[in-house]
Nanobody
Framework: QVQLVESGGGLVQAGGSLRLSCAAS????????MGWFRQAPGKEREFVAA????????AYGDSVKERFTVSRDNAKNTVFLQMNSLKSEDTAVYYC??????????????????WGQGTQVTVSS
């Protein structure tokens, strides 16, 4: 297992930006597919973004396309989620997750086997 620690959440006004970080332990981070998911109160957890092990492939949920950007720095074992033009409906707990085989790239939550504790993002309107 890998330990994942998210940071960067907080309170921001609508239209603002936040950058989330997820730091991973272990020496094989560069082989993982990494994903970001979020869960709003009373709602199911949903896919936000994913990035392949080398960073060459990215994917986004429909509600965040053109506003969010996922990236990674394998030298620092860290994945990022840059969130721009935030809306009140982006309010949620954001989780990073690792798919440790690196063979899967996609949106299926069950494929990601290691999860962080989450960081709260609150967007005020």
């Amino acid at each position: 297992q890998v330990q994942l620690v998210e940071s960067g959440g907080g309170l921001v006004q609508a239209g603002g930006s936040l950058r989330l970080s997820c730091a991973a332990s272990g020496r094989t981070f560069s082989s993982y597919t990494m994903g970001w998911f979020r869960q709003a109160p009373g709602k199911e957890r949903e896919f936000v973004a994913a990035i392949s092990w080398g960073g060459g492939r990215t994917a986004y949920g429909d509600s965040v396309k053109e506003r969010f950007t996922v990236s990674r720095d394998n030298a620092k074992n860290t994945v990022f989620l840059q969130m721009n033009s935030l809306k009140s409906e982006d309010t949620a707990v954001y989780y990073c997750a690792a798919e440790m085989s690196g063979a899967y790239f996609g949106t299926v939550m069950e494929k990601y086997t290691s999860w962080g504790q989450g960081t709260q993002v609150t967007v005020s309107s």
